[in-house]
Each structure stands twice: as C-alpha cells, then as structure tokens.
C-alpha cells in the first residue's frame, strides 16, 4: 500500500511569493493534518482536516490556510512567504489515533 | 495544556548495548502516547504508541517503551541498538480535542560501531 505522498519534495521560493503544498493520505485515511518542522526542533501543528472541514489550527498566521478535497487529498497554501517560513512541512493522514507521516517538502525562502 | 520533555539533546551508545531514549508527560485525564524516528531528509515513521493496556508496548525495529504513570515516563528502549538506529527520535502526545500531536524537541541517536 501506498503511504502518504507529498509533492514538491523541494522548493525555493523568494519573500513576498506565495507556495502551495501538496498532500495525499494513505488510502482510506479521511484525516489530513499539517506540521512545521524548523530545522533543530519538534514538529509543530497548523491544521487538522476531517471530511473537508477545518477540525484544529495551531498558532499560525492568516498567511497560512489549507483545504481538503472530496478524496482526502490537500493542499497547504502559503502566502506573503517570509525567510522564517523556510522549514519542512510534513502533511500525516489518520484513520484513528495513530498519524501517519508523508516525506514532507522542505520550503526555501530567500 | 499537554505536554512532553525529552531532557537528553543526544544519546551515545555502542553497537550491541541497550539503549534508553527518555521522554516525560505532563497530561490531563489518560494519555495518548507516541514515539516516532526520523532519519536525516525525511518524514517521520512511526514507532509505537501507548493507549492502554499493557505498559510494556512493542514496536517497530525491535523497538518498546515503558508506560509509568507514578513518574509521568513513556522512556524508549532497545535491548541491542545497531549502528543503523543511529536517527532523531521524537515523544509525542495526542491532544485529542482536535487530534492534533504535541512534540517533544527530539533525541538524537548516536550509535557507535
């Protein structure tokens, strides 16, 4: 079986632009949430998607938004992109309690 | 709020010896508990996960962790690490109010041939 996908693994991208990530659950997985990852430190949440709707938001800006299409996929959307934003995002999808992790894409800002 | 403390920055073992990685909680009502490995470049795997149940849990890779709830302890352990466990290793717990995991600050793993 497939595991969680991601698309693109890397990216470079300049202040001011603004990014879309990519995500696809495992299949079955009706669960999608995101995380940041700064280099050196823990992961941190920014959503939870469930059936489409908006479960959960970390202590993110208004920059920061996502959605969840009808087969589970979703997608991560940057905008106003600042240096600090560069990190690798890692998108789990989750049946029960156990989340699952994609490869993540790891953002460049310059 | 939930919480976890990985007090080691990095563990030093050698190749053959058992391996203890430490991981403290602080939760309110039952914990949902998580390790998780990540090697350089990549995502997180997951490793095992306490419910309920027993407090010995068994894992992936020759992996377990101990449950103790007097002393807030969810520590990993290996009976004989190998110098592929070498990784960064992450405690986690669930908030299950909107399912989301709070992430200790990770344990890097460094096993010597």
């Known amino acids: 079986d497939a595991g969680v996908t991601q698309s693109p693994t890397h990216l470079i991208k300049t202040r001011g632009q603004h990014v879309t990530l990519r995500c696809s659950p495992i299949s079955g997985h009706k669960s999608v949430s995101w995380y940041q990852q700064v280099l050196g430190q823990g992961p941190q949440f920014i959503f939870q998607y469930y059936e489409k709707e908006e479960r959960g938001r970390g202590n993110f800006p208004d920059r920061f938004s996502a959605r969840q299409f009808p087969n589970y996929s979703s997608e991560l959307n940057v905008n106003a992109l600042l240096l600090g934003d560069s990190a690798l995002y890692l998108c789990?999808?989750?049946?029960?309690?156990?989340?699952?992790f994609g490869p993540g894409t790891r953002l460049l800002v310059l | 709020a939930q919480s976890v403390a990985q007090p080691e920055d990095q563990v030093n073992v050698a190749e053959g010896n058992p391996l203890t990685v430490k991981c403290t909680y602080s939760v309110s009502g039952n914990p949902y508990l998580f390790w998780y490995v990540q090697y350089p470049n990549r995502g997180l795997q997951f490793l095992l996960k306490?419910?309920?149940?027993?407090?010995l849990v068994k894992g992936s890779y020759g992996f377990e962790a101990e449950f103790n709830k007097s002393q807030t302890s969810f520590h990993l352990k290996k009976p004989s690490a190998l110098v592929s466990d070498s990784a960064l290793y992450f405690c986690a717990v669930l908030n299950t109010g909107f399912q989301k995991l709070v992430f200790g600050t990770g344990t890097r793993l460094l096993v010597s041939p």
């Open positions: 306490y419910i309920t149940g027993d407090n």
């Open positions: 789990a999808s989750s049946l029960l309690e156990t989340q699952y």
